[in-house]
């Protein structure tokens, strides 16, 4: 079992751009979980899927950010236009029902 | 609003010593409560998660105790090791409000063990 399995690792970016983040959760999880982890705010849950369905994507700071599960292994974390103050290290975490495994994170910087 | 909070914020202690690490939660309507470890660049792990009917989980040399009608819970570390240094947080899953699912994250206790 490879785990959750999060691309890219890094990413350096310019203000403006588009940046897509890429997760694999475990299969057979129905659960999937993005995060976001900050110096400032610490971990924070952003939007969560059961059975490729968001349920609660309250946590979404604001419309430049989306998130979409087309299918049981795989999600994507949109961000466009991107901004310095989205840097962070953004987490994905898969599970059945409420015993979350997170993956390794993506460092994102925008410049 | 659930809140947690983690004391202290970061700890140094030399090799061998015994150590608490605390969290504290504003709102005792929780379905489990969680202690992850963090690496420096690396993901979360678990370490021990407790149901809410339960008073403490045990792995090894870790313990966790919950007292849920005081809000607070505790990690024991035994004979701290080098490899213990990381950061640990605290979660916490409310039982209320469709967020059964909703892991809310305390800011993290640093802990460095100093051989």
């Known amino acids: 079992d490879a785990g959750v399995i999060q691309s890219p690792r890094h990413e350096v970016t310019e203000m403006g751009q588009e940046v897509t983040l890429r997760c694999k959760p475990i299969?057979?999880?129905?659960?999937l979980f993005w995060y976001r982890q900050t110096m400032m705010r610490g971990l924070e849950l952003l939007i969560y899927?059961?059975?490729?369905?968001?349920?609660?994507d309250s946590g979404m700071p604001e419309d430049r950010f989306s998130a979409k599960m087309p299918n049981a292994s795989f999600s994507t974390l949109k961000i466009q236009p991107s901004e310095p103050r989205d840097s962070a290290v953004y987490f994905c975490?898969?599970?059945?029902?409420?015993?979350?495994?997170f993956g390794p994170g993506t460092r994102l910087t925008v410049l | 609003k659930q809140e947690v909070t983690q004391i202290p914020a970061a700890l140094s202690v030399p090799e061998g010593e015994n150590l608490v690490l605390n969290c504290s939660f504003t709102?005792?309507?929780?379905?489990?409560l969680q202690w992850f470890r963090q690496d420096p660049g690396k993901g979360l792990t678990s370490l021990l998660l407790?149901?809410?009917?339960?008073r403490e989980q045990t792995s090894g040399r870790l313990n966790a105790s919950l007292d849920k009608s005081s809000g607070r819970s505790t990690l024991y570390i035994a004979a701290s090791q080098p490899g213990d240094s990381a950061t640990y947080l605290c979660?916490?899953?409310?039982?209320?409000?469709?967020?059964?699912?909703?892991?809310?994250f305390g800011t993290g206790t640093l802990l460095a063990v100093q051989p």
């Open positions: 407790i149901q809410s009917s339960q």
């Open positions: 299969s057979g999880h129905d659960y």
């Open positions: 979660a916490v899953r409310p039982r209320y409000g469709g967020a059964t699912n909703k892991l809310i």
């Open positions: 975490a898969s599970g059945r029902e409420t015993n979350e495994i």
């Open positions: 709102d005792s309507a929780i379905y489990n």
């Open positions: 899927f059961n059975n490729n369905v968001p349920i609660d």
